[in-house]
């Protein structure tokens, strides 16, 4: 008997069934959702596009445009951000035109404007260009100032460190002068003292010798009493002088004035017995002689002296030794002959001097042998006389030859003043000689005054 097999079922086939029907369904939803999924991305891409165009990113960050998003999103009813721009472009636009237009047309009518007026935009650009020039400048200027003010700082310190020193060698002259100061007031107190105790001695000499001055005084005022008695009773005896000579002989003797008191071999300086109360000055000159005595004609001097500093009673001068072999020494004579104590010599001056030896006669040299005699105390007279003691005379000059006729005007001018000049020294040494005047010429008026032609002196 055949044996009937029965088939047996498979139990996985369902479940792969179900399986395959359920793959097949999600295949379908994947591509359902890819298809939907790739048209919101290609919705969001559109969107972002459009709104790319509208405002960026950056723009989206500016407060009024978050402004306007935050009251959208609290009121559904506010308008869309477009609508709120398009409102205030519109309130600007009234604002800046003034009238009800649109947006394009007032750009139009701004743009009409500023094409007009271009060359002020050009201007403002130059403006703009020559303000960063400027503004270059100024920061290359900056830089200089703060190197200068760093080198100004290191002036200052310099300068600080100058002035230390300085204060320093300062303090020392100071103490250093203090110093001498000292030493000079001792020496001072010093030589005073020993000057008083001289000046007594001399002071005893010096009165005797006034004594004796005050008794020559009173003979000379008896002299010249009597002399002006003869003078009344012979009113004519000087008209009479200019035509004859005198009978007495000119006396050219030079007197002593007197004796050196003090010598200080080192300095070059001694002192003589005679002072302001005895008219002498400060400048005046004096020839010193041996203890032979003065000679008659006042050659033959060994020195000369210049008064530095006068005293009541003393003066200080300036040695100029001629013979070193023969210095000046106590006791020594002097003399000067425009000096007088009992009486001002009287002198008349006429011509031109060269008292510097240059070799030129000048008004000038004339005008310094006045000031000499007046220094030495003697007076000058324009009018000669037989009371003036002195004539000094430059040398004579020349008489100018005669002009033509058809002479220019400054020429005949020039011409007049020589020849008065030259007359007026004939007529001085005409009436000298009728008056029997004493001469002197320039060499023996400097010698018998002590005056050198070139001398320094010293304080």
Request: aromatic share 6%; with cysteine; hydrophobic share 40%.
């Amino acid at each position: 008997m055949a044996r009937v097999v029965r088939r047996r079922k498979n139990p996985l086939l369902p479940v792969l069934l179900i399986f395959v029907f359920l793959f097949l369904i999600a295949a379908v939803m994947a591509t359902l959702f890819y298809n939907g999924g790739q048209e919101d991305a290609k919705g969001r891409k559109l969107a972002n596009s459009i709104r790319r165009k509208i405002i960026s990113d950056s723009e989206m960050s500016d407060p009024p445009f978050k402004q306007i998003i935050s009251e959208k999103d609290k009121d559904r009813d506010a308008p869309t951000v477009v609508a709120e721009l398009n409102r205030r472009i519109a309130e600007l636009t009234d604002r800046v035109t003034g009238t009800k237009t649109t947006a394009a047309n007032a750009i139009e009518k701004i743009e009409s404007v500023v094409g007009q007026n271009t060359f002020i935009l050009d201007a403002v650009k130059t403006a703009r260009e020559a303000t960063a020039a400027e503004s270059a400048k100024v920061k290359t200027l900056e830089a200089d100032y703060k190197t200068l003010a760093t080198s100004q700082q290191d002036a200052v310190a310099a300068y600080k460190a100058l002035e230390e020193q300085f204060k320093t060698k300062a303090a020392a002259l100071a103490e250093e002068v203090r110093t001498l100061t000292s030493e000079k007031t001792e020496l001072v107190t010093a030589h005073a003292a020993a000057m008083k105790a001289n000046d007594a001695t001399w002071q005893e000499k010096i009165s005797k010798q006034a004594q004796e001055i005050d008794t020559r005084i009173a003979q000379v005022s008896k002299l010249t009493v009597e002399r002006d008695k003869l003078k009344v009773r012979n009113g004519v005896l000087t008209d009479l002088l200019r035509d004859k000579k005198k009978t007495k002989p000119i006396d050219l003797t030079v007197r002593e004035a007197g004796k050196i008191k003090e010598v200080m071999p080192s300095r070059d300086v001694c002192f003589i017995p005679l002072g302001s109360k005895d008219r002498v000055v400060r400048g005046m000159t004096f020839r010193v002689y041996g203890p032979e005595g003065i000679p008659t004609d006042g050659d033959g001097h060994k020195a000369s002296l210049t008064v530095i500093r006068v005293f009541n009673t003393i003066s200080q001068c300036r040695v100029t030794t001629i013979d070193k072999d023969d210095p000046v020494a106590i006791g020594d004579p002097f003399a000067n002959i425009a000096f007088d104590p009992s009486r001002p010599p009287v002198f008349v001056v006429e011509g031109r001097f060269d008292l510097s030896g240059m070799g030129r006669l000048t008004e000038t040299g004339t005008k310094e042998v006045i000031a000499l005699i007046k220094r030495s105390g003697g007076k000058v007279t324009e009018k000669l006389s037989v009371d003036v003691d002195f004539v000094v005379m430059g040398p004579e000059p020349s008489k100018p030859a005669d002009l033509e006729e058809d002479a220019p005007g400054p020429a005949k001018k020039a011409h007049e003043i020589r020849m008065e000049e030259y007359n007026r020294w004939r007529t001085t040494l005409d009436k000298a000689i009728a008056l029997n005047v004493p001469k002197l010429n320039t060499k023996r008026f400097m010698t018998l005054t002590g005056y050198d032609s070139v001398q320094e002196y010293k304080d």
